[in-house]
């Protein structure tokens, strides 16, 4: 049972461009809904979080919007840039499993100068 | 502070061959992890560690052995490797059990013919 969705798989925007990624989770226990970013050949980062106390949450040019009663999340990058294509995953976590991560299957973004 | 360092960074095994990849961490996290990518799937737990001498099973353990004799230290053994076992291998840890960011290593890719 897959308990994060992300869609879409891969995505191709111009510079300039807004790249937006969602994914939306089953488990209602969840309290913690992060996004890492991995480049080719490195380990994913974190790259920015989110909890179901707000509804958005916003560094620089990435925006995480969160909609609880949809059980659902975005990133919004604004402004993309090449240096911006990566592979981005979402995750989320409970405190109730020791904020033990489970991920999205994961977003492969190109940038197009 | 060389962060999450992983040993090797490739190897090819012959099917029913065994190894055991190492995971070293510097700032004395409490939390690690093992995860495997393969294309498509995203990140998936195969075992953790909650503090040195305890490990405990992830979402995918079958066929992985795990060790955390040192806190530093968190080593993943494959004890009769299969071509299933062919994938990306992410060490991470993470501070505390309250504490939600995990920093991953570099990877490990094992090729298993």
């Known amino acids: 049972q897959q308990q994060v969705k992300q869609s879409p798989q891969s995505l191709i925007v111009q510079k300039g461009g807004i790249s937006i990624i969602n994914c939306a989770y089953e488990?209602?226990?969840?309290?913690?809904f992060p996004w890492y970013q991995q480049f080719p050949g490195k380990g994913p980062a974190l790259l920015i979080a989110?909890?179901?106390?707000?509804s958005e949450k916003k560094e620089g040019r990435f925006t995480i919007s969160f909609n609880k009663s949809a059980k659902q999340f975005s990133l919004h990058i604004m402004d993309s840039q090449p240096g911006d294509s990566a592979t981005y995953f979402c995750?989320?976590?409970?405190?109730?499993?020791?904020?033990?991560?489970?991920f999205g299957k994961g977003t492969l973004l190109t940038v197009n100068p | 502070n060389a962060g999450v360092t992983q040993t090797p960074k490739f190897r090819v095994l012959k099917t029913g061959q065994s190894m055991t990849l190492l995971c070293a961490q510097d700032?004395?996290?409490?939390?690690m992890y093992w995860y495997r990518q393969d294309p498509g799937m995203g990140l998936r737990l195969i075992h953790y560690?909650?503090?040195?001498?305890?490990?405990a099973k992830g979402e995918v353990p079958d066929g992985y052995n795990v060790s955390r004799l040192k806190k530093q230290n968190f080593l993943l053994g494959l004890e009769s490797a299969a071509p299933s076992q062919t994938s990306v291998y992410f060490c991470?840890?993470?501070?505390?059990?309250?504490?939600?960011?995990?920093?991953f290593g570099p990877g490990t890719r094992l090729t298993v013919l």
């Open positions: 991470a840890s993470k501070l505390t059990a309250y504490t939600n960011e995990q920093f």
């Open positions: 995750a989320a976590s409970s405190g109730g499993s020791n904020y033990k991560l489970t």
């Open positions: 700032m004395n996290h409490e939390y």
């Open positions: 488990n209602t226990a969840f309290d913690y």
């Open positions: 560690s909650v503090g040195e001498g305890t490990t």
């Open positions: 989110i909890r179901p106390d707000v």
